[in-house]
């Protein structure tokens, strides 16, 4: 007998991929992430940490309108200069600073070129980007699943939510990393499960997969999966929910 693979054991790689399904045919293939050019999408990544999109899009805008949006133009504009420009997307001082120490990655150890920063294995690329100041797991996932071309899952808000109220993944807390950072604990692990649920693909379908799931979690917790007041009877996912009432008291975290 052939020996079964570690997907087809995991319990939860069929409700995941139906989970899929479910999504798509609501909302159809989501072509995300938004950006024109991969080097928009960083900068978007790095500037969607703690607001709303919409925010982020101004802020590109104005980078746009003053001809900065270029790795070298941007890590050349003064720090004052850079926070005015991108203050709709919040916190801006904090995220021009950001934005800076990884423009200084890009410009002064990879010559500007996105390519040669994200060359390599992607545990080595992604250990480059965790040493960055301001990039956390989930922005560097963003990074390299949506700019480039890494099959490395993202977890957010959404997708922890929606994972908690379906039943599919624990409470997470955060303890200490290196350097004094703090790193929830159910990141990595809720990441794992789906890399190792969703890995039927691969190549180019895998990293369109990847990409469009997480999308559609990002469309199921805006529209449905909401903090406040779930709209779980019209969502995609209600036929995924616990049948024996476990839900109720998730739904109200």
């Given amino acids: 007998m052939a020996r079964q693979s570690r997907t087809t054991r995991h319990p939860g790689a069929a409700v995941l991929r139906r989970a899929y399904r479910l999504m798509r045919v609501r909302f159809g293939h989501q072509r995300w992430w938004p950006g024109e050019t991969p080097f928009e999408v960083c900068v978007g990544a ?20 003053a001809r900065v949006l270029d790795p070298r133009k941007l890590f050349a504009l003064p720090g004052r200069r850079l926070a005015q420009l991108i203050r709709p997307a919040g916190y801006f001082n904090v995220k021009a600073r950001r934005l ?6 890009l410009v002064e150890q990879f010559g500007g070129d996105l390519r040669r920063l994200f060359a390599g294995q992607t545990r080595r690329v992604r250990e480059r980007l965790l040493a960055i100041h301001g990039i956390g797991p989930e922005t560097a996932d963003s ?10 899952f993202v977890i957010d808000a959404y997708t922890k939510r929606i994972f908690q109220r379906h039943g599919w993944a624990g409470k997470s807390g955060k303890r200490k990393v290196k350097g004094g ?11 794992s499960v789906c890399e190792g649920a969703l890995n039927q693909n691969s190549g180019r379908q ?8 997480h999308a559609q979690l990002v469309a199921v917790g805006k529209h449905f999966c909401r903090t406040r007041a ?14 024996d009432g476990k839900a109720v008291e998730a739904l109200k975290r």
């Fill in 100 to 105: 800076r120490s990884f423009m200084r990655v």
């Fill in 181 to 191: 950072k703090t790193r929830e604990t159910g990141y990595e692990e809720l990441k």
């Fill in 230 to 243: 779930p709209r779980c009877s019209e969502c995609p996912l209600k036929p995924l929910l616990p049948a």
């Fill in 46 to 65: 790095i500037l969607t940490q703690n607001t709303a999109w919409t925010n982020v899009e101004r802020a590109i805008a104005n980078l746009k309108s």
């Fill in 206 to 213: 895998r990293l369109d997969y990847w990409q469009d799931y």
């Fill in 143 to 152: 990074l390299l699943l949506y700019a480039g071309g890494h099959a490395s």
